[in-house]
Each structure stands twice: as C-alpha cells, then as structure tokens.
C-alpha cells in the first residue's frame, strides 16, 4: 500500500467510502440497479442514492448531508432512507 500512498487524495476517499457504505448496507452488487454519488458541500458530504427496477424503470431516491469526517455513517443513514422509500421492493424483483 505505500507504493500507492502518493495516489491516495483524501477527499476522493471520503466520497467513495459514503459511496460504498451505501451500498453495502443495501447488499448492492453489479447486478443491482443502485446508484450513488457523493459530493462535497462546504466542509461536508452531500450523498445522493438511487435504487431502480430495471424491468418497469421505477426508482426512489434520497439524499442527506453530513461531516466529512464520517463518510461511512453518511451512507449508512442514506441505505434506510431508501428502503423506508420502496427501494426494498425494487431490490427483491
């Protein structure tokens, strides 16, 4: 790993462990229509999810903001959002 440290940029990072926490918590895997994308706003993270049927082209979303310092409890805060909006549904089709 410390050959690849000079290639580590810390605010990349931060947005792909929200990215991934997310994910994770929804079992998603590259056969599940689930999208995430994380940005920065001020000091903090804005995470915004996606979770889609791909046979009738449903989706519910969810978003929220939280410390940079905490990446992977922005996800996993964003997961149930999701589920709480249908997204447990789509993920069982």
Avoid: K, Y
Avoid at 7 to 28: I, K, P, Q, W, Y
Avoid at 52 to 68: I, L
Avoid at 72 to 93: C, F, S
């Amino acid at each position: 790993m410390a050959l690849f440290a000079g290639l580590d940029d810390a605010s990349t990072r931060a947005c792909v462990e929200a990215e991934r926490a997310m994910n994770r918590a929804l079992h998603g895997s590259c056969h599940v229509p689930v999208a995430a994308i994380a940005q920065w706003q001020g000091n903090d993270l804005h995470l915004q999810g996606l979770v889609g049927s791909a046979s009738d082209g449903r989706a519910v979303r969810a978003e929220a903001v939280g410390p940079a310092s905490d990446p992977d409890a922005l996800g996993q805060r964003v997961a149930p959002m999701l589920l709480d909006a249908g997204a447990g549904e789509l993920l069982n089709v």
